[in-house]
């Protein structure tokens, strides 16, 4: 479900939890044009029959597409009316907590922890976690700064 605010309301979503993104599939072929666009085309992540035998029992994302996905998956969250510009600012603190299988879904939930002046606009910081499904760890834990602009 998307929360939809103004840009005025921004001040306001300190200690929101904005719920949870739907369910988004990791398939191969992204897996594989991921590695395609980030040159790295290590086993685990491209190598289907090679990694059934590796540590993780199959292929796996790498862990920078899945944090790539964070902003797709945001912006499923919060949608702000009334700005001319949102900018992904960047992240304070990213951990790749568990590995992310090829096949499985993921989704992400996230909470605005501060709202800060800036110049012309709002910085949001915000925690968010993708978690894959049926996972008993989160896949990534990430403290993103999200700015809007007037």
Do not use: C
């Not at 719920?19 to 491209?46: K, L």
């Amino acid at each position: 479900m998307t929360t939809t605010v103004s840009y005025t309301d921004l001040p306001g979503l300190v200690g929101t939890d904005l719920g949870y993104t739907d369910w988004f599939e990791i398939s191969q072929d992204r897996v594989n044009t991921f590695a395609d666009a980030a040159s790295d085309h290590q086993w685990i992540h491209t190598d289907p029959e090679r990694a059934k035998g590796g540590p993780f029992g199959a292929p796996i994302a790498h862990g920078f597409l899945t944090l790539s996905l964070l902003i797709p998956l945001w912006v499923e969250l919060l949608d702000v009316q009334g700005v001319s510009t949102k900018v992904n600012y960047g992240l304070d603190k990213v951990r790749f907590v568990s590995p992310v299988p090829v096949g499985s879904r993921i989704r992400m939930t996230a909470a605005v922890v501060e709202v800060t002046e800036v110049a012309g606009g709002y910085q949001l910081t915000v925690d968010a976690t993708i978690e894959t499904e049926g996972g008993t760890k989160p896949a990534v834990v990430a403290r993103s700064l999200q700015r809007f602009y007037l």
